[in-house]
């Protein structure tokens, strides 16, 4: 049980941390995340939140990879909702300042993607699951048979394309986030070590039958 709890413990502070980011990089004010471009014109058009919009997105995402055929963790479930939570507790609070400027808004994107990219070796290193974007990735590339760069790249310049049509905030910004937040990642994992790959992920039954073990103990 103390096992799970410092898991778990370490999942929500990643899910915070990465809607931190999130909201760096929106901020930044030199156009949003690839996503986040289409949650943003879909808050527009329905007159909703932005992470209201990220969480219906990712409802709607983790019933279309799960009939694809992908597991859904416990870590799939709380990133569905918690890092749209965190989006709007954080803007709302507005500790995050708007950039006002181009070369501010430059330095508050490469704030924004590294804290992502800590915040994903927290997330990931839990081990409860991929969230319902990379879930959707992964069911993709398995049903086309393409590499994973090119069905990932695919899906996130759909993304991109359906919120602009609908009035999210396409600029700078966006390319600069789609080129260089692999390369962030990539880094990060490389200064602390992380090797993601080794990580053995559980679905939702693996997490309730270690749990039922726990309390028989």
């Not at 990089?25 to 919009?53: E, K, Q, S």
């Not at 919120?163 to 700078?172: A, D, F, K, R, T």
């Not at 390369?183 to 070590?193: D, G, L, P, R, S």
């Amino acid at each position: 049980m103390r096992s799970f709890l410092i898991r778990l413990a370490r999942l929500l502070l990643g899910l915070f941390i990465y809607g931190l980011g999130i909201v760096f990089t929106i901020n930044a004010n030199i156009g949003y995340a690839p996503w986040d471009v289409f949650h943003a014109g879909l808050a527009n058009t329905l007159g909703i939140t932005l992470g209201n919009a990220s969480i219906a997105v990712g409802v709607l995402i983790v019933i279309l990879a799960m009939l694809l055929g992908e597991r859904v963790g416990l870590g799939t479930l709380l990133n569905m909702v918690l890092i749209g939570l965190f989006i709007d507790l954080i803007m709302g609070l507005e500790i995050i300042p708007k950039s006002s400027n181009f070369i501010i808004g430059l330095l508050m994107m490469a704030v924004g993607m590294i804290v992502i990219a800590i915040a994903t070796f927290f997330y990931i290193g839990s081990g409860f699951g991929a969230g319902p974007r990379d879930s959707l990735m992964v069911a993709v590339t398995r049903l086309t048979k393409r590499p994973v760069g090119i069905c990932r790249a695919t899906i996130e310049i759909l993304a991109v394309l359906a919120g602009w049509l609908l009035g999210g905030l396409l600029g700078i910004g966006t390319v600069i986030s789609a080129l260089s937040i692999g390369f962030f990642i990539q880094m990060t994992f490389k200064v602390i070590k992380f090797d993601p790959t080794k990580v053995k992920h559980e679905g939702l039954t693996d997490t309730f039958k270690l749990l039922i073990q726990d309390r028989k103990i």
